[in-house]
């Protein structure tokens, strides 16, 4: 079984900077690709960005420029840089792996900004 674990959310200022991660119970080159997700009360869940076993990454448009998602094989940990945050960003923040057909997913971790 296959596990996520989040850690790093809390509160902070706007325009303040968290790093998320997120520490998987396997290589993380084992998986298609891992991610980010996040969630407000009432709306779907968003993916915010991915990262696939080559690398490659891709951003939702509101994040671009801002958040930044990178990886340590050695600690099988992906972790989420954000800056810049804005009151808009507070969310549930869930981390999610894929290995096909299967998906995974973190207990998530609550980041708010707020003054």
């Known amino acids: 079984q296959v596990q996520l674990v989040e850690s790093g959310g809390g509160l902070v200022q706007p325009e303040g900077s968290l790093k998320l991660s997120c520490a998987a119970s396997?290589?993380?080159?084992?998986?298609?690709?891992m991610g980010w997700y996040r969630q407000v009360p009432g709306k779907q869940r968003e993916l915010v960005t991915r990262?696939?076993?080559?690398?490659?990454?891709n951003y939702v448009d509101s994040v671009k420029g801002r958040f930044t998602i990178s990886r340590d094989s050695a600690k099988n940990t992906v972790y989420l840089q954000m800056n810049s945050l804005k009151p808009e960003d507070t969310a549930v923040y869930y981390c999610?792996?894929?290995?096909?057909?299967?998906?995974?997913w973190g207990q998530g971790t609550q980041v708010t900004v707020s003054s």
């Open positions: 396997r290589s993380i080159f084992s998986f298609n690709y």
């Open positions: 999610y792996a894929q290995r096909y057909p299967y998906e995974y």
């Open positions: 990262i696939t076993s080559g690398g490659s990454t």
